[in-house]
Nanobody, 121 residues
């Protein structure tokens, strides 16, 4: 599975962005997927994850109520509303979590290349 993240950009606090994660390969729909983010000098941080069926989701406390993860058969999404400067990071999508539906980045086998989000106050 190859993943391609897109949709990042520079926005003002309070604005919205929608990140996309396009998957190639036949297995993406069988895997749970996740979004993570990273800032310089810090470890990759869990943002959200969704099961293969899309029926269950989990969010980091810092984004709960503002971000929404969703997916189709070949694409995953992260809708980010009410963005804050502390949301500034490079965002990565990931798939094939073992165990499934994990919040630990080391559980994921496939990663996209990252898309940068900058939120200014």
């Amino acid at each position: 599975v190859q993943l391609q993240a897109s949709g990042g950009g520079s926005v003002q606090a309070g604005d919205s962005l929608r990140l996309s994660c396009a998957a190639s390969g036949h297995s993406f729909s069988a895997y749970s997927m996740g979004w993570f983010r990273q800032t310089p000098g810090k470890e990759r941080e869990f943002v959200a994850t969704i099961t293969s069926s899309g029926s269950s989701t989990k969010y980091a406390d810092s984004v709960k109520g503002r971000f929404t993860i969703s997916r189709g058969k070949r694409t995953g999404y992260l809708q980010m509303n009410s963005l804050k400067p502390e949301d500034t990071a490079v965002y990565y999508c990931a798939a094939q979590s073992i165990p499934p539906f994990s919040t630990n980045p080391s559980s994921y086998g496939y990663w996209g290349q990252g898309t940068e989000v900058t939120v200014s106050s």
